[in-house]
């Protein structure tokens, strides 16, 4: 009897463990990115300074999903970016905006997205037109810079 | 003055070739316990006898001070990323500094303290006892039978108590800045989830646990089986176990650290 209540309390020891480990993976480090329904869409951006994968897409503030690509597109040689938006999230229409933000002073970069007008709606495989590249604060002083030895 | 100064020498010698001897004496325990190794079955009881009493029992102090543990770097990390505006970022924090450094390492203290201290005293009391020598007598190789388990069940259950560690302190931390300081649930989780990497911080992690599981153990059995055998032996012995694992988790500590997280 007393062995069977050490191989219980063993077997339930090393559950533990795994489902520990498991949550690591998803929850800690989003290895499998969760089991929410999504749908991709993608944008095409001229910088994306320091967005990285597993960002957050959010609307008005709102997590609406995350980013889960990012490459260099070879011919226009511009950054392309997919998201995953969540599939209950399915009344953006097809000429919203995406936005690269900093969430705070220090914090990571975000998208922010925001819905336009049109009645068609954005669907798996859709690319947003309108994007706005991320805010980089070294080209913003060689601009002001450059304006100030024009003057 | 010549006597003195071969004296000094003498005795630098003495405490070198003790010390060799008696890394070189563990070594020979750690090899002959893991490498022979054919009795499967009666061995797997073993193990997982040592597995309760080094794993499930520790299951408790480990979760707690994890959960605690946690919750205070939600704390502080709030406190002091509210004043940048990056109170998003306390997620981060909290995930990046317990996976890859306090879970392995608090983990590792509270294991050696908890369960190498017990490990030493109870062979201890074998050895003081005479049971590691009536073994021998009757024919079986205490080396097998008593601290081979032993050596198993602390590499098994490092890694699993580590884990454990982790994840309760990451839900402790959410619990305090997500539920209590208000920190908006979908970037905490969402700035953690891209910035902690599954192969370098998480694994890394782990690896760091079983690196410590192993030297704990291989400690405390040893200064089991070295220990003179009377009462004080024994509380010296101990001592010598949570001390020696201590000093080793955190000098092993910072040279994984550095090769791992480093950039050597």
Known sequence: ?151 | MFNSVVESLAGVGRFSIDKLAGFGKASIVLFHALVVWPQFRTNTRLVINQLYSLGVKSLLIVAVSGLFIGMVLGLQGYTILVDFGSEQSVGQMVALSLVRELAPVVTALLFAGRAGSALTAEIGLMKATEQLASLEMIGVDPLRRIVAPRLWGGFICMPILSMIFAIVGVYGGALVSVEWLGVYSGSFWSVMQSAVDFYDDVLNGIIKAIVFGFVITWIAVYQGMESVPTSEGIAQATTRTVVYSSLMILALDFVLTALMFGGF
Request: charged share 20%; glycine share 12%.
């Open chain 1, 1 to 151: 009897m007393h062995a069977r209540v050490t191989e219980v309390m063993v077997g339930f020891f090393v559950v533990c463990g795994i489902l520990a480990g498991l949550a690591l993976a998803v929850s800690v480090s989003g290895i499998a990115g969760g089991s929410k329904e999504t749908y991709k869409v993608y944008a095409y951006f001229s910088n994306i300074g320091g967005l990285t994968e597993k960002a957050e897409v959010t609307m008005a503030g709102v997590q609406i999903g995350k980013v889960t690509n990012i490459s260099l597109d070879p011919k226009r040689l511009v950054a392309k970016v997919e998201m995953s938006i969540f599939a209950d999230v399915d009344f953006l229409s097809i000429d919203s905006s995406v936005q690269i933000l900093t969430s705070g002073l220090l914090g990571g970069k975000y998208i922010g997205l925001a819905s336009g007008a049109e009645d068609e709606m954005l669907k798996e495989g859709s690319v947003i037109v309108d994007s706005q590249s991320a805010f980089v604060l070294e080209e913003l002083i060689g601009k002001f810079l450059f304006n100030k030895v024009g003057e």
